[in-house]
């Protein structure tokens, strides 16, 4: 007891949420691998997993107990540091953006007044991890896969930006409390419906998912940027992946859905996490559904289509909004 | 694309395949590429080759009835149909009626379930994962039809010299007649998925165009030929079996860019269903298999036969010496040709624009290095 009462107490609050927020994460990672192939399966008409478990339920833990137990491999020639390095980097900086993000209106590490900065910034860093592992790993389809991924993300970055900011126009803050605060009354998906497809399109391409992959494009490019990364290594940009996919859903809730709002239910301001969490996975149920349906886009197709119309749109949605909000 | 000084100077070399996604099977193309456009792409072959021709140089004509099978084991009847045809003419063995009729039936279902499997593969090398599965559940159908008959699921070994293995019966016809009313149902859906997908549609319309002057410089035939407007078919053009008896239309495609290829394979599948039901309509009595000698001579002097393999004309060309076994067996098979225009078209083009090609060209790989 003397330890804890000289440390403050909100560090402590704050070690406990980085706690649960990493056990989450694996979580949200095996509960996304189920779903997903769960999900794929039913799209082509096949049962998909069903030994291990009910259902299958249990094959995700299975697949990490195998992947823990792969040889780490590193290639001949490759650059060692990065090599190691980059799925460190792609799975460390998932886990803060979820620091600020409100899941119910007491549920909440830490709000911050720049938290849609914060979040932004963090999301930025992903990319960064994808070059690192393209150039580290010596190989010219990784290569290829990394300069994809940079090129997508800074392409896709702008207009995710610009749709965030039609809603920080209408309530003035950056702060997720709040902007999910000022929708008790009526969500921003029906004030905002053009930036809140913007940012869905966006999204999806920021997080490298189909019809958006292309920095794996495993037709054109064997794997893309891990193409040379197994086991452990390829799992921890397996689980960067789904907690990114997590991240941009729950910002999305929060931006436009309403976040914690809902029907009432007794215990609001904890039991919120319920409607903040259907409103995620919804988002997330429609992601897996658009990549087990669409064929891949070309490369330039993808440029084109974020310089020529999502950019303009929602430029023209921010003028727009920034003139009626004067008025 | 225009090449400038940058480019020229950052050229490098990427070797796509033989263990690539994407060129289904052991396939190398060297590909000298600048960013991301490739500059110049060469197939190299020959990572499967084994000696099929140089096989049947010493062995009884009968014995290398395995081997057709296992060139394009993709579309096999068709293979197993162009040789024992080609024996046939050579030796003057008459063939049954019925036996003729089982031969275009079960050729037709084969053709349908190659073109199935394209269909998926290529939607795959696409990047859309879900159309294959979709694929193999009909093909699927149609293998478990042809494994009641010909007891082998993939390189069957069917048809025989002066007929075939053994006789069709009901629960053939009936269950053909189930897959066909089915497969017109999947269709709708396939085009629902696939066809009128807008993203499917940017990545093939006016991709890998083939003119119809090239087509015909590089010896291509089959869909891809007909992709590029020219109505040739052997099928039509050079009648064998009992092909002018049906009624049947060769589509074609209008400018020859990987969507006309595909929907003239897609249009293709229907008119094959249609042959199909025809002939089990017209199914004549009768025996199933000629008496032949059990020693077939080739007589002295060389003889062709062309049928139309689901990628597009194959030819048997032998030469007999008297005995039963060919003083040579040369196989003219369709994928060969349909790649090699690759270097010319695949010049300056994007990356995923090769994948397309590559694909839309339907090719099999052991077929071309037999």
Known sequence: METISILPPELIRMLIAVIIIISFLFLNAIMMGYLERKIAAHVQRRPGPMEVGFHGILQLIVDGVKLLGKELLIPFKVDRTLFRMAPLLSFTPVILPLLVIPFSEKLQARDLNLGLIFIVSMGSVN???????GWGSNNKYAMFGAMRAVAQSIAFEIPILLSMLAVVLMCNTFSLKEIVGAQEKIWFVF???????????????????????LPEAESELTAGFHTEYSGMGFSLFFIGEY???????????????????????????????????LKVYFLLFLMIMIRWTYPRVRFDQLLNFAWKYLVPFSFVNILITAVLVKL | ??????????????????QHPSTHGVLLIVLEMSGEYVLDPQPVLGFIHRMHEKMAESKPCQSFMPNTARMDYVCALPYNHGYVSLVERKAGIEVPRRAEYIRVITSELNRVASHLLWLGAYLLDLGAFTPILYGFDDREHILDILEDITGSRLTYCYYRFGGVNQDIDDKFVDSTRAFIKRLRKRFVIYEKLVTKNI???????NIGIVSPDMALRY??????????????????????SIYPEFDFEVPVGEQG??????????????????IIEQALDRLPEGPVRAKVPKNIKLSPGDCNFAVEAARGELSYYLVGDGTGVPYRLKVRVPSYSNLSCLPELGRGILLPDLVSILGSFDLVIPEMDR
Request: hydrophobic letters at 45%; glycine letters at 8%.
């Open chain 2, 1 to 18: 694309m225009l090449e400038s000084d940058f480019q020229k100077q950052n050229r490098f070399f990427l070797n796509m395949g033989p």
């Open chain 1, 127 to 133: 990319v960064m991890a994808l070059l690192v592992a």
């Open chain 1, 243 to 277: 907690t990114n996919m997590f991240i941009v859903a729950s910002v999305a809730a929060v931006l436009f859905l309403g976040g914690w709002h809902g029907p009432h239910l007794p215990y609001g301001e904890y039991l919120g996490i319920v409607w903040f969490f």
């Open chain 1, 191 to 213: 004030l905002q419906p053009i930036a809140f497809l913007v940012y869905v399109i966006a999204g999806v391409a920021e997080t490298n998912r189909a019809p958006f992959d």
């Open chain 2, 219 to 240: 010896g291509m035939t089959g869909p891809n030929l007909r992709g590029s407007g020219i109505a040739y078919d052997v099928r039509k053009n050079e009648p064998y």
């Open chain 2, 257 to 274: 860019d990987c969507l006309d290829r595909y929907m003239v394979r897609v249009r293709e599948m229907e008119q094959s269903l249609r």
């Open chain 2, 199 to 205: 993203i499917f549609i940017k990545r093939t319309e």
